[in-house]
């Protein structure tokens, strides 16, 4: 499994998309403007992962006053692999290099399991009626 840091990168935006309409397009059946947002650019950072060339998992990386990393996503035939894992480890390191120390996500109810395994706690905050998912926040401070 190779990674990719995408940043202003045609080809990389390209896989990104793929993995993003495969894994919530088409399998939670939302429209391309619910999952493509205005935090989608030529200047967003994202992580892809790609089984040989082909994309598979990515997440985004939304940078501003805290990082936030969001749209975590692997393709139904390669969860359970540990990529999401690989995911958030790939975008930890990339956000440590450019300087936060401290992570926020917001989490679909279901998976917040998942990010706890990872080192994420609960923040003190009320859940996000985001309409097409219950989202609680996560957050989780990177060590030295």
Known sequence: MSVRR???DPAGFAGVGDVRIETMVR??????DQEF?????LETRYI???DDT???ATCRLHLG???????????PAYQH?????????????WLKELGYSHIVITSRDEAVGFYEKNGYKRMDKAPLDAGLFVCIYVE?????
């Open 6 to 8: 995408v940043f202003q």
């Open 27 to 32: 399998h939670y059946d939302i429209t391309l």
């Open 37 to 41: 947002d205005d935090q989608d650019g």
């Open 48 to 50: 892809l992962l790609l």
């Open 54 to 56: 082909l994309p598979v």
């Open 65 to 75: 006053n805290e990082a936030k990393i969001e749209r975590v996503s692997v393709l």
């Open 81 to 93: 692999q540990g990529l999401g894992s690989k995911l958030l480890q790939e975008a930890e390191a």
């Open 140 to 144: 989780k401070e990177l060590g030295e």
